[in-house]
């Protein structure tokens, strides 16, 4: 554990604290459908994350006054646990948690075709166990995989990463140390075969041409981190339908 | 829980109007995409406030108060002050706005503006420390919300800000760890002057400085802030709909231009 | 069924592929279907299933997807709530739905014991789908033969996606099911399958084979390996 500050954040060779090049992101861990009574679920380890997502729904919507006559609801939490972070973690609601819940959300909103169960709800729970830099574009991912294994319609999965600066160079998945000793981290969320951005944040000092090359950096990581994402699912799904060869669905009745 | 709101209805006449207008790069008040409503700074209108401005945009106004306390430092930055920003949607500023506890929305636009001020290190925290560790200057900037008509994030940026710029300390010294106050005053130091420009997307037209009917039919809402040397230092997309690329480069490249005569606007008469 | 792979015109996944949401399954001249959504010339998956197409008209099997009621459709559902105008229905929708005293019974009761003495709260009914457009709760009805409170079985529940698997090409598997169990099997669309047979072990039997069809749905000899099963199970000759 790199304790207190770090002296530098990019050594002479040009590899980071934890030896990864500028543009490398953390190893990538996805699961899908680990929960039993959520109709839709997906863990994620990215580095040092771990985080869990839950998805009921589309379900019957309490209170009822939320509900939308034109399309589903969407709603969002996502909370760290206690015992995620290094100081304890109040486990009362921060800012922080509201403004990410309200983000992720808002990441989301654009690919789930919501329009399909109007006057229902579909919550999302998103757990970071864990934390250690990028929780939300790691959330978006695991959540979006959430969704696709409850089957709810989207027009694309949403597949999120950042990039930012630290120790003068643009990088790609900041992590902790790099978030909080760099200059500047930039969360970005794209549907990637719409080419549409559904979340950017950005804190820090970076000129316009580095905010161009950190821009297009974390857009190459969303993409890197759609193939597998694509690749978790064909994993979870596969199984099921090529157990025994082809499937034979055109026996199927009505 | 973050949940997805009830929308305002909008007659679909003024939506089309608004979207063919947006196609056309023209706006319902005859502005162009590029064009600020008119923005008005008032300074220093709240006396027992060590700092105070009111900001309108528009029909839109927001005041932005500063007081300094004593208090203990962060323990991960112990030789800083503490700077915290906190806004209010009162009721009185819209229909929409209700009583209770903060609502994400006031969550989120509190933490943008702070956002800004922070990350361009606006205030000089290092010179508000008295004891490392111990005793530092509290910087409380509190955002009342007065009339609600769009752009709310700009116009409360520019209110802190300008009640930054606006805020006197009392002359004082340190002796043995107490703080003595002396006669007089002094400004607050001050490091950099960060101006964000907010952008709706509607149909495929970007729009600066959204007024209110403008944002209850945007699909995205954009914030670049721009830092006194024109680099980016917080970027803030909202809204729930999405931005192509080239919107946020479009953006981006607008923001740093037209950050630099809202700023002048905002530090000058200070 | 046309199918040129120059840049205008193409399909770009074989049938029976498994395809997850945002794909891009054709481009051209198609017809986005069930499950499928086309923007600008392209047609993409919303969901992971298996691509299908019938001529130009692609659209997406879904492996998982919650119950949507129809009109005409049986279903079995839970009674969760009651009042003077009729119960509450939990059917395993979005949805619930709502069985009017009126649908229940051609003598509306006066007072609200003789409701009761109808449906309970906790009873477990069969009854047919008569009005829902997704603007309002469906509506339900117990008027008509076979429908009802269920007094005896068992129910098992499975995914809304697997009844077509379960009932087979022309009521094929749901048949052999029978056939060979000797049990009477009731089917609702929303999932919910009343099995009710002559002794409790080959209740048992019949929902084990029932969750072996669920989890095997889109495999192949499935339909030999159920008539195994049941005969294992079962032993009742063919």
């Known amino acids: ?254 | 829980m973050s949940i997805t709101p009830k929308p305002s209805i909008t007659s679909i006449l003024e939506q089309n109007l608004i979207m063919e207008l947006a196609a056309k790069s023209r706006r319902v008040d005859g502005r162009s995409l590029t064009d600020y409503r008119e923005i008005r700074i008032e300074r220093g209108i709240i006396e027992k406030a060590n700092g105070s401005a009111q900001v309108s945009i528009g029909k839109t106004k927001v005041m932005a108060g500063v007081k300094l306390e004593l208090g203990e430092p962060f323990p991960d930055t112990p030789d800083e002050g503490v700077l915290t920003v906190n806004a209010e949607f009162t009721p009185i500023a819209s229909p929409t706005f209700e009583l209770g506890p903060p609502g994400e929305n006031s969550i989120e636009l509190a933490r943008i503006v702070d956002r800004n001020l922070r990350e361009s290190k606006a205030v000089d925290l290092k010179k508000l420390c008295i004891t490392p560790g111990k005793k530092v200057f509290i910087v409380f900037i509190d955002i009342n919300i007065l009339n609600h008509d769009g752009n709310l994030i700009d116009a409360s940026t520019y209110a802190a800000l300008a009640a930054l710029l606006n805020t006197k300390m009392s002359n004082f010294e340190v002796n043995d760890g107490e703080v003595i106050f002396k006669d007089g005053n002094q400004p607050l130091p001050m490091n950099n002057y960060p101006v964000p420009v907010t952008f709706a997307k509607i149909g495929r037209a970007l729009m600066v400085d959204p007024q209110l009917q403008e944002e209850d039919i945007m699909s995205t809402r954009l914030t670049i802030g721009v830092d006194k040397d024109g680099c980016i230092c917080a970027v803030q997309k909202g809204g729930m709909g999405e931005l192509e690329p080239d919107d946020i480069r479009n953006a981006v490249g607008l923001a740093v231009e037209k950050s630099k005569e809202l700023r002048t606007l905002i530090i000058g008469g200070s | 069924m046309r199918i040129s792979w120059d840049d205008e015109v193409a399909i770009y996944t074989q049938r029976r592929q498994l395809v997850t949401p945002g794909e891009l399954l054709a481009q051209g001249e198609y017809y986005p279907e069930l499950n499928t959504f086309k923007e600008k010339d392209k047609i993409y998956s919303m969901i992971v299933g298996l691509f299908d197409y019938r001529g130009n008209r692609l659209s997406v099997v879904p492996l998982k997807h919650c119950y949507i009621p129809y009109v005409g459709d049986l279903v079995i559902g839970k009674v969760v709530d009651s009042g003077m105008s009729g119960w509450t229905v939990d059917i395993h929708s979005p949805y619930s739905a709502l069985l009017p005293l009126t649908e229940a019974t051609s003598r509306p009761p006066s007072i609200r014991k003789e409701v009761e003495g109808i449906l309970r709260i906790g009873d477990l009914i069969k009854a047919k789908v008569i009005a829902f457009d997704r603007t309002k709760d469906p509506i339900l009805t117990i008027r008509d033969r076979d429908l009802g409170r269920v007094t005896r079985g068992k129910v098992v529940k499975i995914s809304p996606s697997k009844i077509p698997r379960l009932i087979g090409k022309k009521g094929s598997m749901i048949n052999l099911l029978k056939k060979e169990s000797l049990c009477d099997l009731t089917v609702g669309q929303n999932g919910v399958i009343l099995v009710m047979c002559k002794s409790p072990e080959a209740e048992e039997a019949v929902i084990d084979v029932i969750k072996m069809i669920e989890r095997e749905a889109h495999t192949q000899g499935l339909t030999d390996r159920v008539s195994e099963a049941l005969r294992r199970r079962i032993g009742s000759t063919p």
């Open chain 1, 1 to 254: 554990m790199i304790k207190g500050y770090p002296e530098r954040l990019i050594d002479e060779n040009g590899l980071r604290l934890d030896g990864r090049r500028p543009d490398e992101l953390r190893p990538i861990k996805l699961e899908i459908g680990v929960l039993g009574n959520a109709d839709g679920s997906a863990y994620i380890e990215q580095g040092k994350n771990k985080i869990l997502v839950g998805v009921y729904g589309p379900r019957e919507i309490h209170p009822k006054h939320a509900e939308l006559p034109n399309r589903a609801v969407l709603r969002c939490r996502y909370r760290m646990a206690p015992f995620s972070t290094e100081e304890r973690k109040n486990p009362a609601p921060s800012r922080r948690e509201i403004e990410i819940s309200k983000v992720i959300r808002e990441a989301l909103e654009p690919a789930v075709m919501s329009e399909y169960y109007p006057r229902t709800v579909i919550d999302i729970f998103i757990e970071a166990l864990q934390c250690d830099g990028g929780t939300r574009c790691a959330g978006i991912v695991a959540a979006s995989l959430a969704l696709a294994d409850a089957g709810i319609p989207m027009r694309d999965l949403v597949s999120s990463c950042s990039a930012g600066k630290a120790g003068g160079e643009i990088i790609l998945d900041l992590f902790d140390l790099e978030d909080k000793y760099g200059d500047a981290d930039m969360p970005v969320a794209l549907m990637v075969n719409l080419n549409m951005i559904t979340l950017l944040q950005m804190d820090g000092k970076l000129n316009p041409m580095e905010f161009e090359k950190a821009f297009t950096m974390a857009m190459e990581g969303c993409r890197k981190i759609r193939g597998l994402q694509v690749e978790a699912l064909k994993k979870r799904y596969q199984g099921i339908v090529e157990r025994e060869g082809t499937s034979e669905f055109d026996e199927e009745g009505t």
